[in-house]
T-cell receptor, first 113, second 114 residues
Framework: QKEVEQNSGPLSVPEGAIASLNCTYS??????FFWYRQYSGKSPELIMS????GDKEDGRFTAQLNKASQYVSLLIRDSQPSDSATYLC?????????????FGSGTRLQVQP | SAVISQKPSRDICQRGTSLTIQCQVD?????MFWYRQQPGQSLTLIAT?????????ESGFVIDKFPISRPNLTFSTLTVSNMSPEDSSIYLC???????????FGQGTRLTVV
């Protein structure tokens, strides 16, 4: 079982729709959760972090965390063609003393004009 | 977030040679990491660069192949040694600041071994 799992996609949504990206993780000790956006040929860019159960909103982005279900998601409202990218879910388990992140394989999002 | 300068941005190298990648940060950071991203794949951690001591390598990565230096809190290098075409990949420097776990990335080095 992979430590962080994502559907590779592509996830195709029309412009203006809500894109929903999902991620599950295996380590119950995980404490920090992140979403990165990676455009083709570019390095990952942090767009959201979430540390406690519930929702966290930032502009058009909402991150949702459910530690009991070991599930984290990212909603993108009013999707734009410029949102087309690969979205990487990343998890950190500080109780291991390891500060590095473990990444999922990423979900490719395509927003159709 | 910090400004992270990574160079070279890309290189084409002959097999059997070595390439050193540099990562410079504009402020002191707590942690520095090196990741590899193979074509179409996600990020895999190579090692944690420890200031003033040997790096901590992940399973499958060894110091002889990927020697790492971190002489101070703002600079690190990763060397890819005795390269083969299988080393063709993007190599990414990542930093964490303070007690956070948010990680930020350099621009990456796209390495092609021929």
């Amino acid at each position: 079982q992979k430590e962080v799992e994502q559907n590779s996609g592509p996830l195709s949504v029309p412009e203006g729709a809500i894109a929903s990206l999902n991620c599950t993780y295996s380590d119950r000790g995980s404490q920090s959760f992140f979403w990165y956006r990676q455009y083709s040929g570019k390095s990952p860019e942090l767009i959201m972090s979430i540390y406690s159960n519930g929702d966290k909103e930032d502009g058009r982005f909402t991150a949702q965390l459910n530690k009991a279900s070991q599930y984290v998601s990212l909603l993108i409202r009013d999707s734009q063609p410029s949102d087309s990218a690969t979205y990487l879910c990343a998890v950190n388990s500080q109780n291991t003393g390891r500060r590095a992140l473990t990444f999922g394989s990423g979900t490719r999002l395509q927003v159709q004009p | 977030s910090a400004v992270i300068s990574q160079k070279p941005s890309r290189d084409i190298c002959q097999r059997g040679t070595s390439l050193t990648i540099q990562c410079q940060v504009d402020s002191q950071v707590t942690m520095m990491f090196w990741y590899r991203q193979q074509p179409g794949q996600s990020l895999t951690l190579i090692a944690t660069a420890n200031q003033g001591s040997e790096a901590t390598y992940e399973s499958g990565f060894v110091i002889d192949k990927f020697p790492i230096s971190r002489p101070n809190l703002t600079f690190s290098t990763l060397t890819v040694s005795n390269m083969s075409p299988e080393d063709s990949s993007i190599y990414l420097c990542s930093v964490v600041m303070g007690m956070n776990t948010e990680a930020f990335f350099g621009q990456g080095t796209r390495l092609t071994v021929v």
